[in-house]
Nanobody, 117 residues
Framework: QVQLVESGGGLVQAGGSLRLSCAASGSLSSMIVMGWHCQAPGQQRERVATINSGGITNYADPVEVRFTISRHNAKNTVYLQMESLKTEDTAIYFC???????????WGQGTQVAVSS
């Protein structure tokens, strides 16, 4: 079992920056994909960014040039650097991991990001 713990959320003004961290209780080496997803009030959870075991990244269109996902395998941590934040980025951000072979999905509890105008 893998536990994921997010941190780094908070309240920021539009145009500001935040860096989210996702610390895993176990090694990331067995995870084929790590990602960040967000869920705004009354909305479905949506994919924000993913990074696979080879370091290939993928982003949702609205964050393509503003957010950067990275992983530090030695620290068992995945990051989401968020720049030029907009009010529409306000949501709970969840860390996700997919284990290789079994494709088991793991989720963190989420961290709140609020962007004020």
């Amino acid at each position: 079992q893998v536990q994921l713990v997010e941190s780094g959320g908070g309240l920021v003004q539009a145009g500001g920056s935040l860096r989210l961290s996702c610390a895993a209780s176990g090694s990331l080496s067995s995870m084929i994909v790590m990602g960040w997803h967000c869920q705004a009030p009354g909305q479905q959870r949506e994919r924000v960014a993913t990074i696979n075991s080879g370091g290939i990244t993928n982003y949702a269109d609205p964050v393509e040039v503003r957010f950067t996902i990275s992983r530090h395998n030695a620290k068992n941590t995945v990051y989401l650097q968020m720049e030029s934040l907009k009010t529409e980025d306000t949501a709970i951000y969840f860390c996700n991991a997919v284990r290789s072979i079994t494709l088991a999905n793991y989720w963190g509890q989420g961290t709140q990001v609020a962007v004020s105008s």
